[in-house]
């Protein structure tokens, strides 16, 4: 087996398309994730990150386009010759050999004869050195995640491509490995490109996030990004939740749009209106709105008028469903911290929120 050339740099997507029949699962895609960074494909089931990322891992040939590792372009390369490992959602481990034999197995196919130093420090690394003489089945789904993930970076690629790795963990234990993943990338220096259609799990670890919705990158950004200024429908909802109102834009004050939504009078930033017309879909995360009884003080915007139709507690905070005098339901999100009102279904409340948590689409948008 030959050793795959030592290829470093930023790996770069150049107009990468893949059509299957009449299909086109990746649509005319271009990326660069720099070296080192941890990077996150999000997005539904169907959307093409899959497919991207078995393209850059040589499983998929693109239809048309370039993929490269610095100068090096693999575009063709075989997967063994490819400096890139896979971690997949089933760890895939080798049932019959020892922890230890399953980490060095990639190294000794490399016909690299000492492997003791590079296996104990890597199993130093995911903290399950004292489990090296066990096989796979005497370990829990964790541990043999963290097994499959020792046996990638032990080979130094320049890349590693995560495929829904936690997906088969339990919600506490996912979110545990979260946390850890992101610090092995971080000690490691590797680049991570993490495929996933978990919106948590890809803020929590990634440094860049690529929204995908068919087959294109509908928006780039960091976590905060995203979520705070969404520029598209499906980027708002699919990131969190996100409350969106039909208005109109009235004037500009300043630094200020000045906006009209069923009858009331709204200010938010200039910097957060994505609307190329006057026609605008107001967002508002659902977090963002404050509930208060009505003839209560409030400042920054405020809609009157609305009733509670439902309430439903769910743990750090508690989800009320409130319909606006144009019938339509909005919702909030309050924390379980004793600073909301004591409300019941039926109850009438005013909402307000400060202009800056206000984000502005275009009006057509769907």
Not at 183 to 200: C, K, R
Not at 228 to 250: C, H, M, R, Y
């Amino acid at each position: 087996m030959s050793e795959p050339k030592k290829v470093q740099g930023d790996l770069v997507l150049s107009h990468i398309t893949k059509s299957f029949a009449d299909f086109t699962a990746v649509d005319d895609l271009s990326l660069t994730i720099p070296k080192g960074s941890f990077f996150a494909l999000l997005g539904p089931s169907g959307c093409g990150k899959t497919t991207t990322l078995r393209m850059i891992a040589g499983l998929e040939e693109p239809t048309s386009g370039k993929i490269s590792i610095g100068d090096t372009d693999i575009t063709y390369t075989k997967p063994y010759d490819r400096p890139v490992n896979t971690v997949f959602q089933s760890y895939a481990l080798f049932p019959h050999l020892t922890i230890f034999e399953n980490v060095a197995f990639g190294l000794r196919r490399r016909g690299i004869k000492d492997v003791d130093a590079a296996v104990e420090k890597v199993l130093g690394l995911v903290e399950l050195a004292h489990l090296k003489n066990r096989k796979p089945g005497q370990l829990s789904g964790g541990q043999q995640q963290r097994i499959a993930l020792a046996r990638a970076v032990v080979n130094r690629p320049a890349l590693l491509l995560l495929d829904e790795p936690l997906g088969a963990l339990d919600l506490k234990l996912r979110r545990q490995m979260q946390i850890e993943l992101k610090w092995i990338q971080t000690e490691v220096g590797i680049t991570f490109v993490h495929v996933t259609h978990d919106q948590e799990e890809a803020m929590t670890m990634a440094d860049t996030v690529a929204v995908m919705n068919n087959g294109k990158i509908e928006q780039l950004g960091s976590p905060a990004d995203l979520y705070e200024s969404p520029k598209t429908v499906f980027v708002a909802n699919f990131l969190g939740q996100s409350n969106f109102i039909d208005g109109v834009v009235e004037s500009t004050d300043g630094s200020n749009v000045v906006a009209n939504i069923q009858g009331t009078r709204i200010t938010f930033p200039k910097s957060r209106n994505n609307a190329s017309g006057s026609a605008l879909k107001v967002g508002i995360r659902p977090e963002k709105f404050r509930l208060h009884d009505p003839g209560d003080n409030t400042h920054g915007n405020v809609l009157a008028g609305g009733k509670i139709t439902d309430i439903s507690f769910t743990g750090v905070s508690t989800q009320y469903l409130v319909e606006m005098p144009w019938k339509q339901e909005l919702v909030v999100f309050e924390q379980n911290d004793g600073g909301a009102p004591d409300l019941v279904k039926g109850d009438p409340v005013t909402l307000s929120w400060e202009p800056q948590f206000t984000f502005a689409l275009d009006g057509a948008s769907k």
